[in-house]
């Protein structure tokens, strides 16, 4: 089954960092938009916002502006991977992180969804 597993979450304190990793299993990145997602706590698949994102149509780097300034998204296709390093943590940080892939922009329908990796972030 074609899907992505992601890595490297846990606890950190605010102000703090962590580096996701996001790799691809069954499918090979290159040639996808590649995106991550946060899930905040007490909400479902469904509350899953796009916080980041890679375009494969033209390079172009998007993040919303919570995260501006402070996470930086980047891809090794040779590794079949995408990152997520995050700096200056907040606690609203805090939820489960996933990497989506599109085959459109960063604005088309993403799937190849994998379990997820947590991110907590204390006060």
């Known amino acids: 089954q074609a899907q992505f597993v992601e890595s490297g979450g846990g606890l950190a304190q605010s102000g703090g960092s962590l580096t996701l990793s996001c790799t691809a299993s069954g499918f090979t990145t290159e040639y996808y938009t590649i995106g991550w997602f946060h899930q905040a706590p007490e909400k479902g698949h469904d509350g899953r916002e796009g916080?980041?994102?890679?375009?494969?149509?033209?390079?172009?780097?998007y993040y919303v502006d919570s995260v501006k300034d402070r996470f930086t998204i980047s891809r090794d296709d040779a590794k079949n991977t995408v990152y997520l390093q995050m700096n200056s943590l907040k606690p609203e940080d805090t939820g489960v992180y996933y990497c989506g892939a599109s085959t459109d922009d960063c604005d088309g329908d993403f799937g190849y969804w994998g379990q997820g990796t947590q991110v907590t972030v204390s006060s």
């Open positions: 916080i980041s994102c890679i375009s494969n149509v033209d390079g172009t780097l």
